[in-house]
């Protein structure tokens, strides 16, 4: 069986799990957001008994690496969270205007991301893209727009980069922004002809990305986002 997950030996077992866990999510091979296999399937991975299995998930835990969700499972967290979720959601909550700010710093990574993806995406980082360009396809004809699958789609390519920190910063900013994201995934499924808008613009990106045309694929992603802006700016307008 294929696995990226390795057999653990004897001594310290709790910490060598830690450890293991700890490097494939610096190698990008568990994503943020991202869940482990439950329990009894991650412990036969690993070759180890289920308390020790416990007792490393309780350690990354408490050093923020994971989140323990009752009756759901094992998540991976962004490895900036612990850093600067708290503090920043505090300032967006008092003062509401500070998420245009968080939007331009959004398009900077992005727009450095896309370059990159277009550069150095394998084969497997455009199924990963593609797999959700097509739940967003399937979406659009029933008059829907997922807001978690057009933010999977934007971490795959952040995740294309083979830069690990660029998905786990990026998910951390739509995590502070689920707020205006909702608004504006609201606003565009009652206007609807938005949502073949967005679909066409996640279309012309993937394939740029397909063609390593990096040059397109950021002119494109910086036309996508500024669309969005400007929607999400009239939006606030109409709102008043």
Do not use: C
Request: net charge positive; aromatic share 6%; proline share 2%.
């Amino acid at each position: 069986m294929n696995t990226i997950y390795s057999q653990i030996r004897p001594h310290k077992i709790p910490e060598e799990i830690a450890k293991q866990i700890k490097s494939l999510i610096k190698d990008g091979k568990l994503q943020p957001g991202g869940k482990l296999p439950p329990e009894r399937t991650l412990a036969d991975l690993l070759g180890v008994g289920r308390s020790s299995l416990r007792e490393a998930i309780n350690i990354l835990e408490t050093l923020g690496f994971v989140e323990v969700k009752k009756r759901e499972g094992i998540f991976i967290r962004t490895v900036s969270s612990t850093i600067m979720f708290d503090p920043l959601r505090q300032i967006l909550e008092e003062d509401r205007g500070k998420l245009y700010e968080l939007y331009e710093l959004r398009k900077d990574i992005e727009l450095a991301s896309i370059s990159m993806a277009a550069k150095l995406r394998t084969r497997k980082d455009l199924v990963r893209i593609e797999k959700f360009l097509t739940k967003m396809e399937e979406d659009a004809e029933n008059s829907h727009l997922s807001l978690s699958d057009d933010v999977e789609f934007h971490l795959a390519i952040a995740h294309a980069t083979h830069n690990w920190l660029r998905a786990h910063i990026l998910k951390n900013i739509f995590d502070l922004a689920t707020d205006y994201m909702g608004l504006i995934v609201q606003k565009l499924i009652e206007e609807k002809t938005g949502i073949f808008i967005i679909l066409d613009q996640h279309k012309k990106i993937y394939q740029a990305i397909q063609k390593r045309d990096q040059k397109n694929a950021r002119a494109l992603m910086n036309e996508h986002l500024t669309w969005v802006e400007e929607k999400w700016k009239e939006f606030g307008r109409k709102k008043k």
